[in-house]
């Protein structure tokens, strides 16, 4: 079984600019989940999409947004880049809920300059 | 407010030595799982292991083991006979029923020497 693949593996924007990062979650995943990891701040929850619709979202401004698509395949998007959004941006997959455990991407770095 | 905290932020041991990683959960919700996951150099997280709050049951597979004692609101995870290739960052996170929330410790940088 193909596990998460996230596309681009890196990324290279300017302050200002706009990006979107894709995951395609493992086949049969219903859940797709977005983290940001940043050395000072760790692993961070983004948001979590289940069957198209958006079930939770962490504490982030609204220039993070998402999306999943009627295969499970999910898009993320920063808009107005800033120089602290430099991070590991994850995707992870799972079956439907928390109870289940949630296989993670390869990650794509994105760096802001 | 759920909260994770892994106190020990790099453990270095020397190949064969057995290590034990910390984690206490804190959550008001009686339903809950944690997870431990492993950050190899390589950067993807791999899961190790998932306990529910309901499970009690100390866990082996292999050279790992995992104590989760509610009592104390601690999920603590050891490696026996460390090698190299255990070298990597260990998180341990908690999750609440429903939503595909996890919620991470700070991870606990170990460094296995040959």
């Known amino acids: ?113 | 407010a759920q909260k994770v905290t892994q106190a020990q932020t790099e453990i270095s041991v020397v190949e064969k030595e057995d290590v034990t990683l910390d984690c206490v959960y804190e959550t008001r919700d009686t339903t809950y799982y944690l997870f431990w996951y492993k950050q190899p150099p390589s950067g993807e997280l791999v899961f190790l292991i998932r306990r529910n709050s309901f499970d009690e049951q100390n866990e082996i597979s292999g050279r790992y083991s995992w104590n989760f004692q509610k009592s104390t609101s601690s999920f603590n995870f050891t490696i026996t006979a460390s090698q190299v290739v255990d070298s990597a960052v260990y998180f341990c996170a908690l999750s609440e029923e429903e939503g595909g929330k996890l919620i991470f410790g700070q991870g606990t940088e170990l460094s296995v020497k040959p």
């Open chain 1, 1 to 113: 079984k193909a596990g998460v693949t996230q596309t681009p593996r890196y990324l290279i924007k300017t302050r200002g600019q706009q990006v979107t990062l894709s995951c395609s979650p493992i086949s049969g995943h219903r859940s797709v989940s977005w983290y940001q990891q940043t050395p000072g701040q760790g692993l961070q929850f983004l948001f979590e999409y289940f069957s198209e619709t958006q079930r939770n979202k962490g504490n982030f401004p609204g220039r993070f947004s998402g999306r999943q698509f009627s295969n499970s395949r999910s898009e993320m998007n920063v808009s107005t880049l800033e120089l602290g959004d430099s991070a590991l941006y994850l995707c992870a997959s799972s079956l439907t809920s928390g109870r289940f455990e949630q296989f993670f991407g390869p990650g794509t770095r994105l760096t802001v300059l």
